[in-house]
């Protein structure tokens, strides 16, 4: 993955209200969230208010004010993986880990998120690690995946596989 | 391929650089097709792909055979698939070590390998080709097929099948108003939800005043279970390019925007290519095909929000603002995309254009219903055999889809309703399965075709818990700018999680109705119009379970957490250990081979050891 700075991520696109939303994908996928000091670099170069930019950063799920830990799990929960169970993966993450969507552990080592459908529905319950897919997952295989993060503290940044945004707040249910 | 792309600069150009491309295929003696789509890729074709071009390379190989990697062919559940010419062979399930078996064995001897053939589900017979399969067969793939015909990544296959030529037509044939008119025809109505007659809305978008026009693509498919956007836009992107420049012709727009969801990475990347690419061969850019149109276009992410599929706040989202909608007494044909005249449609309608325009609207309009033209995709998925992308003429019963080429439920279980139109639309029970997929008639039976998306439940599916997950979801999805929307179904969720947790109330019922008609009339876009449907749809269809929640505390699918009990029949349990094992609270117990007791105190009933279990020992009571 090539490393962007915030001055390549602006390049072209100073003084363009519109790129906002752009730019803060680039600003989360190089710092995995967006920091307060980006927020105001990014409002003066793009001439948006400070506010307008927290807004819309806060408004998105696919944008974090918190850092994120160094690994990714992200469950899918659209319909289909749910009437397959992937509530089922929450509990185990959370049974496992002690963490609800939305929360990293403690020692950083890996945030839990949520998304509400990845297209792959024919493969549900899918779980992504990194960028990287898993299907038809089960509460036993979650756990083994959850363990080889734990033992090798993988960080695959397979930039080919795709980087998944998903929630950052916890579904209420 | 040429490394400085030639620009075509005229249709005479473009239908040279097409016999170019055409004669330069036929060298190749055998043909593997791959699918890489987003569930393919999951299931690593990547591996698969990479494996076939070493073993090929070792076997010096590759000058006859040639590979390519294509977007979803639609049975994903099946997948990495392939299709092999000669022979039109399709394998699945492929791993990168059955790479030298086919190849030792398909491709020189001309040997079909048993194992790799898909096998009939209902009959256990192994099937040689994609057209026999069950799935394949009741389906009119006009749009899908086309996918297994191109790399995503290359113009060159696009073009090669005949792609643009739709555009020169229209260029050279078409007036902006005969454009309009062949869609009218056509009665091409928009596939993302509404529905709504898509020539209208061009027709409204052009006489509206002003010189600055734009047309979107609106490829942020919120609705979970619903993948037909991703398919076509990953996997054939200049479809929806072409798409989109023959109505930007019509409408006068010079200027386009494809606004993708950003968790579909695959789509995302391959549209930019597309749109480089087609900037290189300068069909993008001024003075298209030498017809004097120029159209140029910008690939915008979308930030995760589902409200963002609804016209206006999608708009405003593009605009760089927080995607919040607005009223429409001014339409957004008129007044869109920074107040100037938009239209705005979905993938499938964008890519239905093409073939319209090719194959005239008679062809069109010769399939469907009455109201309903054409083809639709369908995401079928759920509880249901084989899960898939599925296209077929609108008008074609439910049960069809569900039964035949969905192949019924899994594990042999019962259907007991169907979930169309994703958060918007409703659930329908097995005895409305006759219902032919048609805008108007589902949505006169309480759901609607909605963005295509087809749940398929069962009977351990509970209806309560399907309600308060759309309302869990929609609650989370309201963008809280209208008061009937955000706190109604707030409401409507605090009444339904009531009653899966036993605190229900006869009288509720009544009242979550009343709230549901509310929301529906008074809310501000269609997020929270359609919002109640889910609720409505279940205590229409299913409300016996309802009534056992409420006035039982039983949930007679034994889902909700708050009124079950887990326990293992001793007489089942063989002492394995694997639930023990599994059990993230350490409530269960028991000696080696023999039978295992679960502590209810410690139980947080979350499901894993019943999902464990291999022996069916977990009973829900």
Redesign the interface.
């Known amino acids: 993955m090539s490393v962007l700075t915030l001055e390549s991520i602006l390049k072209g696109r100073r003084s363009q209200p519109h790129q906002l939303i752009e730019v803060l994908h680039d600003v989360q996928e190089r710092y995995r969230h967006i920091p307060e000091e980006d927020m105001r670099i990014v409002s003066r170069e793009l001439g948006v208010p400070l506010i307008e930019v927290y807004r819309v950063a806060n408004f998105y799920k696919a944008f974090s004010l918190k850092p994120r830990g160094r690994n990714v799990i992200t469950i899918c929960t659209g319909t289909a993986c749910h009437v397959r169970g992937s509530n089922l993966l929450s509990n185990q993450v959370l049974g496992q880990l002690g963490i609800s969507p939305g929360d990293t552990t403690e020692d950083g080592q890996l945030t839990l998120e949520q998304v509400n459908c990845l297209g792959a529905c024919a493969l549900g319950p899918v779980v992504v690690l990194n960028g990287t897919y898993y299907k038809h997952m089960t509460p036993s295989k979650l756990r083994s995946l959850i363990n080889s993060v734990n033992e090798k503290g993988i960080e695959d940044t397979d930039d080919a596989k795709g980087k998944t945004k998903g929630k950052k707040r916890q579904r209420s249910h | 391929m040429p490394k400085v792309k030639p620009r075509v600069k005229s249709v005479k150009d473009l239908t040279e650089l097409r016999k170019r491309l055409r004669s330069s295929v036929k060298n190749f003696k055998s043909k593997l097709t791959i699918c890489g789509g987003?569930?393919c890729?999951?299931?690593r074709s990547?591996d698969v792909i990479d494996a076939f071009k070493k073993e090929l390379k070792k076997r010096k190989l590759e000058e006859g055979v040639w590979v390519r990697a294509t977007g979803c062919h639609g049975?994903?559940?099946q997948?990495p698939l392939m299709i092999l010419e000669p022979g039109n062979i399709f394998y699945c399930g492929l791993k990168p070590g059955d790479a030298g078996e086919i190849i030792a064995e398909t491709i020189l001897k001309g040997e079909v390998i048993e194992r790799l053939l898909y096998t009939d589900p209902v009959t256990s017979k192994k099937v040689r080709t994609e057209a026999e399969i069950p799935f394949y067969r009741a389906q009119d793939r006009q749009l899908l097929a086309q996918n297994r015909h191109v790399d995503p990544c290359s113009i060159e296959d696009y073009i090669a099948i005949g792609g643009y030529s739709a555009l020169a037509k229209t260029l050279t044939e078409f007036s902006p108003e005969k454009v309009i008119e062949e869609v009218k025809i056509s009665g091409l109505r928009g596939r993302g939800g509404g529905g709504f007659p898509t020539a209208r809305k061009w027709a409204e978008c052009r006489s509206a005043p002003g010189e600055e026009k734009y047309v979107i693509c609106n490829a942020d498919?919120?609705?979970?279970?619903?993948?037909m956007d991703?398919?076509i836009l990953e996997g054939n992107p200049h479809l929806v390019i072409e798409g989109m420049m023959i109505g930007a012709w019509a409408i006068g727009a010079r200027q386009g925007y494809i606004y993708v969801?950003?968790?579909?990475?695959?789509a995302?990347?391959h549209a930019r290519i597309a749109m480089q690419q087609a900037r290189e061969y300068g069909l993008l850019g001024d003075d298209i095909l030498g017809g004097g149109f120029s159209f140029d276009m910008e690939i915008?992410?979308?930030?995760?929000?589902?409200v963002c599929g609804e016209s206006t706040a999608l708009m405003a989202?593009?605009?760089?603002?927080?995607?919040e909608p607005r009223p429409k007494d001014v339409h957004t044909v008129a007044n869109g995309l920074w107040h100037k005249p938009t239209t705005l449609n979905n993938v499938e309608t964008w890519a239905n254009v093409p073939p319209i325009i090719s194959n005239g609207a008679a062809w069109f309009a010769g399939k469907g219903t009455r109201g309903s033209k054409g083809t639709k995709i369908f995401?079928l998925?759920?509880?249901v055999k084989n899960?898939?992308l599925v296209e077929v003429a609108m008008g074609t019963p439910l049960r069809t889809i569900v039964f035949d080429i969905g192949g019924g439920a899994i594990n042999g279980r019962a259907v007991k309703a169907v979930?169309t139109g994703?958060p918007s639309g409703g659930c329908l029970p097995l005895d409305r399965l006759d219902l032919p997929v048609d805008f108007d008639a589902l949505y006169d039976a309480g759901s609607m075709v909605g963005s295509g998306?087809i749940?398929?439940?069962d009977e351990k599916?509970c209806m309560v818990d399907?309600a308060?997950?759309?309302l869990?979801?929609l609650?989370?999805?309201s963008?809280g700018k209208c008061v009937p929307c955000r706190l109604g179904i707030d409401r409507m969720?605090e009444i339904v999680?009531d009653i899966t947790e036993g605190r229900g109330r006869p009288e509720q019922i009544d009242l979550l109705k009343e709230l549901a008609d509310t929301v529906a009339s008074a809310s501000l876009c269609g997020l929270g119009k359609t919002a109640p449907n889910p609720v409505l749809s279940t205590l229409r269809y299913f409300p016996e379970e309802y009534e056992a929640h409420v006035n039982e505390k039983r949930c007679p699918a034994g889902v909700c957490r708050e009124l079950i009990e887990y326990e293992i029949d001793a007489e089942k349990c063989n002492g394995c250990g694997?639930c023990r094992r599994?059990?993230?609270?350490d409530a269960i117990k028991g000696k080696k081979k023999e039978a295992h007791v679960i502590a209810s105190h410690k139980c947080?009933k979350?499901?894993?050891c019943l999902?464990?279990c291999k022996f069916d020992s977990i009973i829900v009571t």
Do not use: W
């Open positions: 987003t569930g890729h999951a299931s990547q049975f994903c559940e997948g498919e919120g609705d979970p279970g619903a993948y991703r398919s969801r950003n968790e579909y990475p695959l995302v990347k915008c992410r979308g930030g995760g929000a589902f989202s593009l605009e760089g603002k927080v995607g995401a998925t759920g509880r899960t898939g979930q994703g998306g749940v398929v439940m599916t399907v308060k997950y759309f869990a979801f609650q989370d999805e963008c969720l999680t694997t599994a059990c993230p609270y947080q979350c499901g894993i999902s464990e």
